[in-house]
């Protein structure tokens, strides 16, 4: 059997953590890096490891670069807390010649307020998440960070579970701190005026419901449409905001 370790960074938790850490508490090591939880994240995660590890936090690229190099095995499989390794994934994975690559591409299912999405781009999710550590470093982006590996890229046949938002309020959460993200990201990259504030959103929700089929799911697919328009509508208005403010300063 393959030996694999898994790395998660954590920030208040506790109410994913549990099932994340159960579904991979197969792994031949488990490591988790927090960044200061003041809720029973640390306490359910030692339920399950003893390598917990406090590192200030300096970005998802860098938290995630820091747990990687914690790794013993040069086999890494990394998640998040709002995911899940499935019987099938975890078979796969623990028994396949894994060598004939430097990294594998796991498909996300990603759920919505519980109902799996298969639209809106949802359903054919690959992230490069088993890599070789030897092999692997971060991009540094502030948002959308990912592994790069130096060499064959494959892809498994199972898929992992994503609950990304439960609930509304959830989802209104993420959306501004990652359009924040990718407003600072991009604040020099990006001209916003009126044409780009207006018709920004319009053409990301027309994209995700109708070219990328998000009406097959039904309201949930146009739940998830809106949401997309209201991130990009949100990035457009902070970019705005952080020009304007480098021109009055």
Not at 9 to 35: F, G, H, M, P
Not at 196 to 219: C, E, M, S
């Amino acid at each position: 059997m393959n030996k694999i370790s898994v790395i998660l960074i954590t920030k208040n938790e506790a109410r994913n953590i549990y099932e994340c850490l159960q579904s991979v508490s197969w792994a031949d090591e488990i490591i988790v890096v927090d960044s200061g939880s003041s809720d029973d994240t640390l306490s359910i995660a030692k339920q399950f490891t003893d390598k917990v590890f406090f590192n200030e936090w300096k970005g998802f690229a860098e938290q995630k670069s820091y747990a990687m190099h914690k790794a013993r095995n040069n086999w890494v499989l990394s998640i998040d807390a709002d995911e899940r390794v499935t019987e099938n994934l975890k078979d796969e994975i623990l028994n396949s010649d894994l060598d004939e690559f430097d990294g594998y591409r796991i498909k996300r299912d990603n759920y919505f307020l519980g109902k799996l999405i298969r639209g809106c781009g949802w359903g054919n999710d690959y992230q490069l998440r088993l890599f070789k550590k030897s092999k692997t470093r971060l991009t540094d982006r502030l948002v959308h960070e990912g592994f790069e590996v130096e060499g064959k890229v494959g892809q498994l046949k199972h898929s992992m579970l994503h609950f990304s938002y439960r609930n509304f309020s959830d989802a209104f959460t993420k959306i501004n701190h990652y359009s924040t993200l990718e407003a600072i990201e991009k604040q020099n990259k990006k001209n916003v005026n009126t044409f780009t504030i207006v018709f920004t959103p319009i053409f990301a929700f027309l994209q995700h419901f109708f070219i990328r089929k998000g009406f097959t799911d039904g309201i949930y697919g146009l739940f998830v449409s809106i949401l997309h328009a209201i991130t990009k509508l949100q990035v457009q208005l902070k970019i705005w905001e952080l020009k304007n403010q480098k021109r009055n300063n």
